[in-house]
């Protein structure tokens, strides 16, 4: 048993979209449960913690952003400790933990947390639990909740042994060692994997006891399982026969009462976390209706408003849910009556958690699950958990808890986690299921924006702002209907009334300001996505599809630029642009080519992944824009090794960025004489000295 001052430790987070935010909040919600207790704060509210003087053990929860950087809101806290003048045991009394969160899609995995980490090392600090680095290209939770779960332990080992090893400087528990879970399946185990199999095992035998009638109820159904094949409601053999180790049920903490005043069409009210409303005044089509993606483009306006950014920056999109699921959710919840009333969320008595701050109070049912929670999130296996339950049926209970058991691993990752699958479509899938409306507000997530990077410069469209996105299309598939991205699909139903298809000659009359569609929108500008301060610098961008979008910015500054001061020195300026046909979605064709025109662009290169080859036939033509870098290497080394210009990568971070990384790899190496190893320090500079920056989403 701890004692109550031995209990507490203290969580510090750094987020940019709000994920390590809602992990840090988890780990504060689950203290209760092991007896201790956290002071939670984000890294940016530097009078809220002192890391200087902190004796309790901290646990940093770090994201990474833009090209591997720390989090906008750790930025601070960093600056702070890379102060070289600092001594080298300026830190020495600090225990810590850090779960990096990060995505290998995207170059420097989890750098945000590894730079954070390496900091604290240099000024002396310790782990006292090994690094997590969570990895969102394979479903961030295959490392995370391990990694929590086996926090717990090491916490209690570091209180416990707190006062004595502080005094001795004892760090038996300290561990430098990468607690790398590389996947679901374990390769790569590590002391802590072993502790979170442990902990897990006890869980199991635990549950074993109490499912009994469960796994012998489901041996009916596996009678004739030869012929069956798994699903998302259905296992086969070894599962199906398999006694389950199971995740700790999540202790409840909200308490929800509905109460009967009418809160009858509200709105997201302006201003809130920075939002603004404006009108959206004009849209475009942008593709050709056969296009296998639509592109559209969007016009703000933002005269009314107090907004200023430059080209590279991106803003956030707040976007609804879709009435359509709010409402069947609402249905299957057996609240469709209860829809307006106002909602009051507090905290269950003994519960030592928080009520998510991004609940509002008072709000009626209806708007929290239509702008608060991100009600298509796929849920964490401990949600699933939960939900067994509270469901009636013992063969769909018992199917539930399969697929949050460590047995399950493999079913939980094909049926729920790769296919998107949402709180909705298990309540479709397992109709027995009835969870109270306090349990789907503790794990739904908060509602995220959507970035959508500026395709204009203000100096070219004073008052506007333009964006290019595509719409999402999620095809139907077993455990789902067809579906399209929560906010492209909003955001083209939004536009319809105005919508111009490709081609068109803009409309002439001007709609009502009133008449215009709304949406709320706060900008996220880049700390390094932009153009060289000096106009001389030699640059190349990178912009396949909608990636070329910042570069229209950048061009349309450039050439505003040109207009103004003919007297100044204009640095290359090549373009790599990629689409599937050009006569489909070549998107920006115009405007891309009046830049090549009038020499605001040097070189315009273009390749169409899809298009038959021209009539002569031409073998091997460049298919996507790294085929066509390669074709041009000499320029791009010239200009990155020798001119030092910048190189800008923007768009798909799944194959395109990573393409063009290796590439990239490939011509430094072979323009330098160099093997991969040191092509990739050249790489790494260059990225340190801010001269190759990606902007890139998957
Ligand atoms: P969501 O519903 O959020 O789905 C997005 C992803 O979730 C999918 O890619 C997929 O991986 C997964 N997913 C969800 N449901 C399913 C399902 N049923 N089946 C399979 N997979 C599923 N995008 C642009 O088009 N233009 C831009 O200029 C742009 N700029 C950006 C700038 C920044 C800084 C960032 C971070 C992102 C940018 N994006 C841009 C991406 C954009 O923010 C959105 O992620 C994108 O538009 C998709 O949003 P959505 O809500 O429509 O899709």
Not at 661 to 669: R, V
Request: with cysteine; net charge negative.
């Amino acid at each position: 048993m701890l004692c109550e001052v031995a209990a507490h430790f203290l969580i510090l987070y750094g987020s940019q979209r709000g994920q390590a935010q809602s992990i840090a909040e988890e780990i504060c919600e689950q203290a209760a449960e092991y007896g201790l207790t956290a002071d939670i704060s984000c890294l940016s509210n530097q009078d809220k913690y002192k890391v200087e003087s902190e004796i309790r053990p901290v646990v940093f929860v770090v994201s990474t952003t833009g090209d591997g950087d720390p989090p906008d809101t750790a930025q601070k806290f960093v600056r702070k400790i890379k102060n070289k003048s600092l001594p080298h045991d300026h830190l020495s009394h600090l225990r810590y933990a850090l779960l990096a969160l990060g995505d290998t899609n995207y170059a420097n995995f989890c750098n945000g947390g590894k730079t954070i980490d390496s900091l604290l090392q240099r000024l002396g600090a310790k782990h006292f639990y090994a690094t997590g680095h969570a990895d969102d290209g394979t479903g961030l939770e295959v490392v995370v909740d391990p990694w929590i779960e086996g926090l717990w332990d090491a916490l209690k080992k570091k209180l416990s042994g707190m006062s004595a090893s502080d005094q001795t400087g004892d760090t038996r528990s300290d561990c430098t060692q990468d607690n790398n879970h590389k996947n679901a399946s374990g390769q790569e185990k590590n002391k802590s994997d072993v502790e979170v199999d442990l902990h897990l095992l006890k869980l199991g035998e635990v549950h074993s006891q109490n499912e009994t009638n469960v796994t012998s109820d489901s041996t009916d159904a596996e009678t004739h399982s030869s012929t069956l094949v798994a699903s998302l409601k259905q296992s086969v053999p070894p599962l199906s026969e398999s006694v389950l180790k199971v995740p700790a049920l999540p202790p409840s903490y909200l308490e929800v009462v509905l109460e009967q005043a009418s809160t009858e069409g509200e709105t997201v009210p302006s201003g809130k976390d920075g939002y603004r409303e404006m009108s959206i005044s004009k849209a475009v089509q942008l593709t050709q209706d056969d296009a296998v993606k639509s592109s559209i483009f969007l016009e703000l306006d933002i005269s009314e408003q107090d907004v200023a950014y430059q080209p590279g920056d991106s803003f956030d999109i707040l976007c609804p849910n879709r009435a359509s699921e709010v409402d069947e959710l609402l249905l299957r919840l057996d609240l469709q009556m209860q829809r307006n009333c106002a909602v009051q969320v507090s905290l269950l008595k003994n519960s030592t958690a928080k009520v998510p701050l991004h609940i509002p109070q008072n709000s009626s049912l209806q708007f929290i699950l239509t702008w608060a929670l991100e009600i298509r999130s796929i849920p964490k296996k401990a949600f699933v958990r939960a939900l067994a339950d509270f469901t009636q049926s013992s063969s769909e209970k018992r199917r539930l808890l399969e697929l949050c058991s460590k047995e399950g691993s493999a079913d939980y990752n094909s049926f729920i986690r790769d296919t998107n699958v949402c709180l909705l479509d298990l309540l479709q899938a397992f109709p027995s299921c009835l969870p109270p409306l306090s349990l789907v507000f503790e794990h739904l997530p908060k509602l995220q924006p959507r970035a959508y990077s500026a395709a204009s410069s203000s100096l070219q469209h004073p008052e506007k702002v333009h964006f290019v996105f595509n719409v999402v299309e999620f095809p139907a598939c077993p455990e789902h209907p067809a579906r399209t991205g929560l906010c492209t699909g909003w955001l083209v139903d939004h536009v319809s009334s105005i919508l111009q298809p490709l081609g068109t000659v803009p409309a002439s009359e001007c709609l009502a300001t009133s008449a215009l569609p709304k949406v709320h929108v706060r900008p996220r500008p880049s700390s390094t996505f932009h153009l060289p301060s000096d106009p001389s610098v030699p640059v190349v961008m990178v912009g396949p599809g909608t990636g070329v979008a910042p570069f229209i910015g950048f061009l349309q500054q450039r050439e505003k630029e040109h207009e103004t001061n003919q007297e100044a020195t204009f640095g290359e300026t090549w373009l790599f642009f990629g689409c599937r046909h050009k006569d489909k979605d070549f998107i920006f064709r115009e405007e891309l080519e009046r830049f090549a025109h009038n020499g605001t662009l040097s070189h315009l290169i273009v390749c169409f992944s899809r298009d038959e080859p021209d009539a002569a036939g031409t073998i091997n033509r460049p298919t996507y824009v790294q085929h066509n870098l390669l074709l041009h290497a000499k320029n791009v080394a010239r200009i990155l090794l020798k001119d030092k210009g910048c190189l800008y990568v923007c768009g798909d971070a799944k194959n395109m960025a990573k393409d063009v990384n290796d590439t990239l790899l490939e011509i430094i190496g072979n323009e330098l004489q160099l093997d991969k190893l040191d092509a990739m320090k050249i790489v790494a500079g260059l990225r340190e000295e801010k001269r190759y920056l990606q902007d890139i989403w998957s």
